[in-house]
Nanobody, 120 residues
Protein backbone atom coordinates (compact mmCIF):
# COMPACT_ATOMS: atom_id res chain seq x y z
CA UNK A 1 0.00 0.00 0.00
CA UNK A 2 3.03 2.32 0.30
CA UNK A 3 2.71 5.54 2.22
CA UNK A 4 -0.51 6.49 4.02
CA UNK A 5 -1.55 10.14 4.30
CA UNK A 6 -4.43 11.21 6.52
CA UNK A 7 -6.43 14.40 5.97
CA UNK A 8 -9.77 16.02 6.72
CA UNK A 9 -9.42 16.86 10.39
CA UNK A 10 -10.32 20.19 11.90
CA UNK A 11 -12.19 22.07 14.59
CA UNK A 12 -15.90 21.37 14.90
CA UNK A 13 -18.60 21.99 17.47
CA UNK A 14 -20.17 19.14 19.39
CA UNK A 15 -22.85 17.51 17.27
CA UNK A 16 -21.05 18.34 14.05
CA UNK A 17 -19.54 16.11 11.38
CA UNK A 18 -16.20 15.55 9.69
CA UNK A 19 -15.02 13.19 6.98
CA UNK A 20 -11.47 11.91 7.23
CA UNK A 21 -9.54 10.47 4.29
CA UNK A 22 -6.57 8.13 4.20
CA UNK A 23 -4.84 8.09 0.85
CA UNK A 24 -2.45 5.27 0.04
CA UNK A 25 0.30 5.59 -2.54
CA UNK A 26 -0.19 1.96 -3.55
CA UNK A 27 -3.07 -0.45 -4.06
CA UNK A 28 -5.20 -1.42 -1.07
CA UNK A 29 -7.81 -3.74 -2.55
CA UNK A 30 -6.45 -6.83 -0.78
CA UNK A 31 -5.64 -5.12 2.49
CA UNK A 32 -7.60 -4.73 5.71
CA UNK A 33 -7.52 -1.14 6.93
CA UNK A 34 -8.24 0.59 10.22
CA UNK A 35 -8.66 4.01 11.77
CA UNK A 36 -7.02 4.68 15.13
CA UNK A 37 -7.03 7.72 17.38
CA UNK A 38 -4.85 9.01 20.17
CA UNK A 39 -6.07 11.58 22.64
CA UNK A 40 -3.64 13.61 24.76
CA UNK A 41 -2.23 11.50 27.58
CA UNK A 42 -3.93 8.35 26.35
CA UNK A 43 -2.90 5.28 24.40
CA UNK A 44 -3.70 4.95 20.75
CA UNK A 45 -6.95 3.06 20.24
CA UNK A 46 -8.60 1.34 17.31
CA UNK A 47 -11.96 2.86 16.40
CA UNK A 48 -12.95 1.21 13.13
CA UNK A 49 -11.80 -1.44 10.67
CA UNK A 50 -12.80 -2.48 7.18
CA UNK A 51 -11.66 -5.70 5.58
CA UNK A 52 -10.78 -6.29 1.94
CA UNK A 53 -14.26 -7.81 1.70
CA UNK A 54 -15.86 -4.61 3.05
CA UNK A 55 -16.77 -6.08 6.44
CA UNK A 56 -16.73 -3.32 9.05
CA UNK A 57 -16.26 -3.29 12.80
CA UNK A 58 -16.45 -0.44 15.31
CA UNK A 59 -15.43 0.31 18.84
CA UNK A 60 -18.47 0.71 21.08
CA UNK A 61 -17.58 4.35 21.70
CA UNK A 62 -18.22 5.29 18.06
CA UNK A 63 -20.78 2.70 16.98
CA UNK A 64 -23.76 4.34 15.32
CA UNK A 65 -21.91 7.64 14.84
CA UNK A 66 -18.88 6.76 12.70
CA UNK A 67 -18.83 4.98 9.35
CA UNK A 68 -15.71 3.53 7.74
CA UNK A 69 -15.66 2.98 4.00
CA UNK A 70 -13.17 2.45 1.22
CA UNK A 71 -12.63 3.16 -2.46
CA UNK A 72 -10.19 0.68 -3.91
CA UNK A 73 -10.27 2.57 -7.20
CA UNK A 74 -8.97 5.67 -5.40
CA UNK A 75 -6.73 3.76 -2.93
CA UNK A 76 -8.49 5.66 -0.16
CA UNK A 77 -10.19 4.79 3.11
CA UNK A 78 -12.68 7.17 4.71
CA UNK A 79 -14.07 7.78 8.18
CA UNK A 80 -17.35 9.66 8.29
CA UNK A 81 -17.83 11.03 11.79
CA UNK A 82 -21.24 12.33 12.84
CA UNK A 83 -22.65 13.53 16.15
CA UNK A 84 -19.15 14.36 17.31
CA UNK A 85 -18.45 14.72 21.02
CA UNK A 86 -15.63 16.47 22.87
CA UNK A 87 -14.36 12.98 23.85
CA UNK A 88 -13.69 12.34 20.14
CA UNK A 89 -10.92 14.94 20.24
CA UNK A 90 -7.71 13.19 19.19
CA UNK A 91 -5.19 12.74 16.42
CA UNK A 92 -6.62 10.22 13.97
CA UNK A 93 -4.42 7.77 12.09
CA UNK A 94 -5.02 5.08 9.52
CA UNK A 95 -2.99 1.92 9.11
CA UNK A 96 -3.01 -1.49 7.58
CA UNK A 97 -4.36 -3.99 10.10
CA UNK A 98 -3.71 -7.68 10.63
CA UNK A 99 -6.07 -10.07 12.40
CA UNK A 100 -5.25 -12.77 14.90
CA UNK A 101 -7.37 -14.54 17.53
CA UNK A 102 -10.18 -12.05 17.30
CA UNK A 103 -7.97 -9.00 17.54
CA UNK A 104 -6.91 -6.48 14.94
CA UNK A 105 -3.39 -5.07 15.22
CA UNK A 106 -1.57 -2.37 13.28
CA UNK A 107 0.93 -3.30 10.59
CA UNK A 108 3.58 -0.94 9.28
CA UNK A 109 4.62 2.59 10.16
CA UNK A 110 2.34 5.43 11.24
CA UNK A 111 1.67 8.57 9.22
CA UNK A 112 1.43 12.07 10.62
CA UNK A 113 -2.26 11.72 11.45
CA UNK A 114 -4.92 14.41 11.29
CA UNK A 115 -6.09 16.43 14.30
CA UNK A 116 -9.77 16.40 15.21
CA UNK A 117 -10.89 18.86 17.86
CA UNK A 118 -14.49 18.92 19.08
CA UNK A 119 -15.55 21.92 21.14
CA UNK A 120 -18.39 21.79 23.63
Amino acid sequence: QGQLVESGGGLVQAGGSLRLSCAASGGISRINMGWYRQAPGKQRELVATITSGFITKYDDSVKGRFTISRSNAKNTVYLQMNSLKPDDTAVYYCNVVGYNSGTYYPVGSWGQGTQVTVSS
